[in-house]
Nanobody, 115 residues
């Protein structure tokens, strides 16, 4: 079992920044890809960004150039730096990881972009 705990969400004005963090604990050996999904009210959950153990990243087109995913393998932590935030980025953000073919999810953290 892997436990994922997110932090760093909150309320921010358009154009502002937030940094999300997610710490993995438990059976963390053999975790490969880690990343972030989000789900806005009335919409399906969508992939935001992924990073593998080698540091290769993948982003949804709507956040390219604004969001940066990074990973500290020694701390079992993945980060999502979000800049130039827009109201359409408002969602619950979920941390995820894949281990031995199984996907684990965090509880989610709310990000609200509003003036």
């Amino acid at each position: 079992q892997v436990q994922l705990v997110e932090s760093g969400g909150g309320l921010v004005q358009p154009g502002g920044s937030l940094r999300l963090s997610c710490v993995a604990s438990g059976s963390i050996f053999s975790i490969n890809a880690m990343g972030w999904y989000r789900q806005a009210p009335g919409k399906q959950r969508e992939l935001v960004a992924l990073i593998n153990t080698g540091g290769t990243t993948n982003y949804v087109d709507s956040v390219k150039g604004r969001f940066t995913i990074s990973r500290d393998n020694a701390k079992n932590t993945v980060y999502l730096q979000m800049n130039s935030l827009k109201p359409e980025d408002t969602a619950v953000y979920y941390c995820t990881c894949n281990r031995l073919g199984y996907t684990y999810w965090g509880q989610g953290t709310q990000v609200t972009v509003s003036s």
